[in-house]
């Protein structure tokens, strides 16, 4: 009854009706008066009805069971109590019968596997609602994992997602979240993303991708892919044994260095931010295994979301508009990774983002004085509630993966220092990313400089105007603008990684903002308040 796409559909839509109409009537009944008793109220409903979702996503499974971790990403869109509920929502279906997953394979293949394989176990050793592996041997003797999909999950999936757009249509008829979200672009996302796991001929590009990337980084190892058995619902590569990485039993007995094990994951992880490109959006214990030497190997490249150069570079137009206080620059990058939606009042978010700043330059807030952080964050909590800020899916699935992530590595070691870790790469960072902006080195940055000029490179503007005006100055402009640059460059390194430890804390500070974490609030608060005063102090 499940697999009919009528019961799905129906189920889905009903559940949403539901859902909708117990939140119409809620907010009805208590219209204007949000009282903390009415708050817990909500909560509790909410927590019900995640509850309820989650029950019918494990029961049907498809998308449902993806949607839900979908949405647990979303702080910008979901209630906290929600995605509380549908965290760790994972695949938890019974595994296909073992005769009709081989007769796809057997159909994949155009012959029957005997003539490929040697050697099949009976049943899966993992199972999940895209697909199910399975340990073979080829007839060459290579151990090999095939992945299998599950039959008939794309016209299961088909069913889902025409659902999920009839629920979207509701939604914008009986509810105003079609203004403060846009529903056409999350499906969209959500699709471009939650799809993608169904061609098992991207994932494999994808883990090649990552090797191709990393060939040299030592003590990690990436899986050989088999393109001549691999099809878009087949995928074929070898057999790694291992032990997922938060076994420490496996890792105590093979006398494994879980600190050092912990750093050099870390810096595998970070170095797909920093670089751009693909990182990998489903990182936990379960997808990083671990070899009796000592060896990560990182499988299961289907989640894999890319960041691309324009937003990379949006990152650092943020990250400098916040350095130097020009707060329309950091609503410029913000808007070029789509955070913002048309409608977005760019001055009132201009102006909570200048409010941030001088909060966190205040006397006040360096003796975290309560009251004023507590009036701070729930002006903050107004503006990012009734302004139409949506986080895009790419960044979404970054914020999980290193939420997953950063648990991992806590697992593996307690006392890891994170900053001393990230300290050395981002210097490095920001130093590429300071010669790629120097209007000296970057013809494009150097037209941009003329014209618009930022912070600290302002002071270079009377000098290009008088060597533009007077060619016979070029020879004594250019001797003093390499002595000049030399020291601008040293001060810049040094208060550019100030500046991006303080956008990391804002950053985290907005999310914890979202979500109501109120410890993290705190601690990214006092982040953020060291590395502004460490940047003042780069002033003088």
Do not use: C
Request: aromatic share 10%; proline share 4%.
């Amino acid at each position: 009854m499940k697999r009919s796409a009528s019961y799905r559909i129906t189920r889905i839509v009903w559940m949403a009706i539901v859902f909708f109409t117990q939140i119409i009537i809620f907010q009805r009944r208590h219209r204007g008066n949000f009282t903390p008793t009415v708050t817990d109220q909500w909560n509790t409903l909410v927590t019900k009805q995640a509850k309820v979702y989650k029950k019918t996503a494990l029961e049907l499974g498809g998308l449902l069971v993806k949607l839900g971790q979908f949405l647990s990403t979303r702080a910008d869109i979901m209630p906290a109590s929600f995605i509380a509920e549908l965290e760790g929502l994972t695949d938890q279906v019974t595994p296909v019968p073992s005769d009709k997953a081989l007769q796809l394979l057997d159909d994949e293949w155009g012959n029957p596997h005997s003539e490929y394989l040697k050697d099949i176990t009976s049943k899966p050793v993992a199972s999940a609602s895209i697909g199910e592996v399975y340990r073979a041997v080829l007839h060459n003797g290579s151990e090999v994992a095939i992945k299998i999909q599950r039959p008939d999950i794309e016209r299961i999936l088909r069913a889902d997602f025409k659902a999920v757009r009839i629920v979207i249509w509701l939604a914008k008829k009986v509810s105003s979240v079609g203004k403060q979200i846009d529903l056409d672009l999350l499906y969209q996302e959500m699709t471009d993303v939650i799809g993608a796991e169904l061609n098992f001929v991207e994932e494999m590009k994808n883990g090649r991708g990552f090797a191709e990337r990393f060939p040299d980084m030592a003590g990690v190892k990436f899986p050989v892919y088999y393109d001549e058995y691999t099809t878009k619902k087949v995928l074929v590569m070898e057999w790694i044994e291992g032990s997922k990485i938060t076994d420490i039993p496996f890792l105590e007995k093979h006398h494994i260095d879980r600190k050092k094990l912990s750093d050099r994951l870390f810096r595998l992880f970070l170095e797909q931010i920093l670089e751009g490109g693909q990182f990998h959006a489903d990182p936990h214990g379960g997808n990083i295994l671990i070899r009796s030497d000592g060896t990560l190997v990182l499988i299961d490249f289907g989640m894999v979301v890319n960041i691309t150069q324009e937003n990379a570079d949006a990152m650092f137009v943020v990250t400098e508009g916040v350095i130097f206080k020009q707060y329309d620059r950091v609503i410029d990058g913000l808007e070029t990774m789509n955070f913002l939606l048309p409608n977005a009042d760019r001055k009132v978010l201009a102006n909570a983002i200048e409010k941030v700043v001088k909060a966190y330059e205040s006397n006040d807030l360096y003796d975290m004085n309560g009251l004023v952080v507590e009036n701070l964050l729930r002006d903050l909590q107004v503006i990012v509630r009734t302004q139409p800020v949506q986080m895009p899916a790419d960044f979404a699935f970054l914020g999980r993966a290193v939420s997953v992530f950063v648990g991992v590595l806590y697992i593996l070691d307690p006392t890891i220092d994170l900053l001393a870790i990230t300290k050395p790469r981002l210097v490095e960072w920001a130093k590429q990313k300071s010669k790629d902006k120097n209007p000296f080195t970057n013809p494009k940055e150097f037209q941009r400089s003329l014209l618009n000029g930022v912070g600290q490179i302002r002071s270079f503007g009377p000098r290009i105007s008088s060597f533009l005006e007077q060619p016979a100055a070029i020879h004594s402009y250019m001797k003093q603008r390499d002595i000049d640059h030399r020291k601008f460059q040293i001060k810049m390194q040094n208060r550019l990684f100030a500046g991006i430890v303080a956008v990391g804390s804002f950053g985290t500070l907005a999310y914890s903002l979202l979500d109501d974490y109120s410890t993290l609030a705190i601690g990214s608060s006092i982040v953020l308040v060291i590395s502004f005063w460490r940047y003042r102090r780069l002033e003088n």
